[in-house]
Every structure is written in C-alpha cells, then in structure tokens.
C-alpha cells in the first residue's frame, strides 16, 4: 500500500468512524483491484525501524475498521492480497466479484501474514483452513472463499461496489445501537459462557433503554416500517 493511500486511508476511517451521521461504511479499491498486497520493491531498502513503524501505521487500520461501531463492508474486485486480503478479512460483510481473488503469501518472502491475519481469518475460517491457507500462500477464487467463510456474497464481476453500498443503505436504516452492541458482542470474543451472557445482559439493557427499541415496538405494533434515529 502506497504511503499516500495509507495515510488516506487511515485520515478517512478516523473520520467517518466517529461521524453519528454515517451509519455504515463501505471500503474499495481502484478500479479492477481492491488491493495488490505490499510493495516488496519497496522493502527492498528499508530498514527494520521504518519497517516496524510502517507495519503499525498499517495494523491502525484493520484495528479502526474492527473497533468501528457502526458496520464496515468490503467491496472486492480482482486481487485482495496481503494487506488487502487483512482489511477485507477485518470487516463485517464481504461483497467479493466472481473473479476476486484472496491471497496472504507473505511466508514465501520470509514474512508471516500481518495487519490482524491470523485474527481474522481465524475467526471466519477456523483454524485449521486459516492455517492451511496462509502457511502455503495459496490463492483463493471468490467461490472457495465463500466456502471457506472469507466471503459473504459472490457477486456478477462490475458489481460488488453497488451490491455492497446496497447492503450499506439496508444497514442505515437499521437500529445503529442494535448493530453496534450485536458486533461489540462478537468483539468481546469471551471464552466462558457466563462471561459472554453477562456482556449480553449488558449490553441489551443498553438496547432495552434506547429510542430505537421504543421506536421498533412501536413500528412492529403499528405494522409500518421503523425509523431508527439513535446514533447510537
């Protein structure tokens, strides 16, 4: 990822991530290809400061698009690799054209898979498909992603910006407080039972306090569509 797109990036999420007014955002590439991984060219004079202080730049990234609270969806065509692959992997819906393909080859130049890879993959794959798929740096058609669980939808090739901004209005006119605390319930990733029903308990009394829950009843009861206004 060029310097300038990081910084970009990076400037962008920190915005929109903390703007009540934007409810969902959408991430893509340029044209063709949501992103071509890490430039090796590039690494070839730098030296291991620059490369530790470029590598924390880049987790900033997957870390503001995980710890968002409102939905984060990628939009992929062609190639998502490397970083890409990990920025794609850390949102919460995968829109992928049918001839995307997902890579994290990094062990091949004697690197291990970076920006939250294992996290992530981890968690939408299991770990033994995770594993298998980053220690050889095989490359994924959009299909055996979605098989694999990296990808939600597989969509025509041109499509998968409209598709995903679609999702994105859908998710717009959801309860902001209900997405926010349903994927602050996945974040908290407890390992006991009783610890993740206390966090539910939690967090729906949050809900169960919210004017979207009193504007939800209302709409079910009246049969109309709900206006959810909380910014949650």
Same mark, same amino acid.
């Given at each position: ?24 955002? &959408?991430?893509?590439? $340029? ?17 291991? !400061? +620059? ?17 968002? +609270? +409102? ?17 794609? $992997? ?16 990094? !062990? ?5 898979? #970076? ?5 992530? =993959?981890?968690?939408?794959?299991? &770990? ?21 669980? =990296? ?15 679609? %999702?994105?209005?859908?998710?717009? $006119?959801?309860?902001? !407080?209900?997405?926010?605390? !349903? ?18 308990? $939690?967090? %729906? ?6 004017? #979207?829950? %009193? ?7 009246? +049969? ?5 206004? #909380?910014?949650?």
């Amino acid at each position: 990822m060029a310097p300038g797109v990081k910084s970009d990036l990076i400037a962008h999420l920190e915005k929109t991530t903390l703007d009540p007014k934007c409810r969902a955002i &959408v991430i893509t590439g $340029a044209e063709s290809t949501f992103s071509a991984g890490g430039d090796v060219k590039g690494m070839k004079d730098s030296n291991i !400061t +620059k490369s530790v202080e470029r590598l924390t730049d880049l987790q900033h990234i997957v870390r503001l698009i995980a710890t968002a +609270k +409102k939905p984060m969806i990628a939009a992929v065509e062609g190639n998502a690799a490397g970083g890409g692959m990990s920025i794609a $992997a850390a949102c919460d819906v995968v829109i992928a054209a049918e001839d995307a393909k997902f890579s994290g080859a990094a !062990t091949k130049i004697g690197l291990i898979p #970076d920006m939250g890879a294992v996290w992530f =993959l981890r968690a939408r794959m299991g &770990v033994g498909a995770a594993r298998y798929f980053l220690m050889t740096g095989n490359v994924l058609s959009a299909a055996e992603a979605a098989h694999l669980g =990296l990808v939600e939808k597989v969509v025509a090739n041109g499509t998968a910006l409209s598709v995903a901004q679609s %999702q994105a209005a859908k998710f717009a $006119a959801a309860s902001a !407080t209900a997405l926010c605390y !349903t994927k602050a319930a996945f974040q908290h990733s407890p390992s006991e039972l009783e610890d993740a029903l206390a966090f539910e308990l $939690a967090s %729906q009394e949050i809900c169960f306090n919210s004017i #979207d829950f %009193q504007e939800g009843k209302a709409a079910f009861l009246e +049969k109309r569509a709900p206006n959810f206004t #909380d910014p949650a």
